[in-house]
């Protein structure tokens, strides 16, 4: 059991990996399947499966039934074999729906795709209530560069995905800056920060540990 209830409007760090840290993203479309599971899976209208889903788009390409999220995405790391999020639960229960859905949506699609079976995650997500704006701006540094706290550096980074370009390139996608990017001057600022805070988070060893607890 949680040691919290999930609030409205209160922001969370949910993260998880891969069961014995297995490779949970093995080529792009296994990327675009989890992308389009943020996207599907996050509304208060039961979609089923996302096949199921295909067929209540009208004719203009957009889905049917409500527009309304059970959450806001603020931030998302995906690595070769973990992800983070940074969520702001817009409905009641929002988080643990919509996480739900996309964990048991993404590995029945991951496990008919690649023959496999049993667990493709390591348990249950992890959750972190953000109590404070510090803990939210640096975190969003952690996430963003997350591929580059790792030292997933060379080709290997090619195969990790997150919300940087949204921030420091204007990029239109998943998230709700304003929260983070309101609080700088320009993205060039919010640059300067992710990278400072990356070398705070490398020069101390206990800096990864706080982000996550």
């Known amino acids: 059991m949680r040691k919290f209830k999930f609030t409205n409007g209160e922001h969370y760090h949910i993260f998880n990996r891969g069961n014995n840290k297995r490779t949970i993203f093995l080529d ?3 990327f675009s399947r989890f992308f389009q599971s943020m996207t599907e899976f996050n509304s208060t209208e039961p979609i089923g ?3 199921e889903n295909s067929f209540r788009k009208d004719k203009l390409g957009k889905l049917g039934g409500s527009t309304s999220k059970l959450v806001d995405f603020i931030c998302y790391c995906l ?3 973990h992800f983070h999020f940074i969520l702001k ?3 009641e229960d929002g988080i643990r729906k919509f996480m739900h859905r996309i964990a048991t949506g993404y590995t029945r699609y991951f496990d008919e795709k690649h023959n496999c ?3 493709l995650f390591q348990g249950r997500y992890k959750a972190v209530h953000i109590d ?3 803990y939210l701006l640096h975190l969003s540094a952690y996430i963003n560069l997350n591929d580059r706290v790792h030292l997933l550096g060379g080709s290997t980074s090619k195969s990790s995905r997150s919300s940087l370009d949204e921030y420091i390139l204007g ?3 998943f998230c709700e800056k304003n929260i983070i990017l309101s609080q700088f001057k320009s993205m ?3 640059k300067k920060f992710v990278q400072d805070s990356l070398r705070v988070i490398r020069e101390r060893k206990d800096m990864e540990k706080l982000l996550l607890e």
């Open 132 to 134: 404070s704006n510090e």
């Open 49 to 51: 499966s996302i096949f």
């Open 79 to 81: 690595n070769p074999n």
């Open 188 to 190: 060039v600022e919010y």
């Open 89 to 91: 639960q817009l409905e």
């Open 171 to 173: 990029r239109t996608g």
């Open 28 to 30: 792009e479309q296994d």
């Open 117 to 119: 079976s049993g667990s």
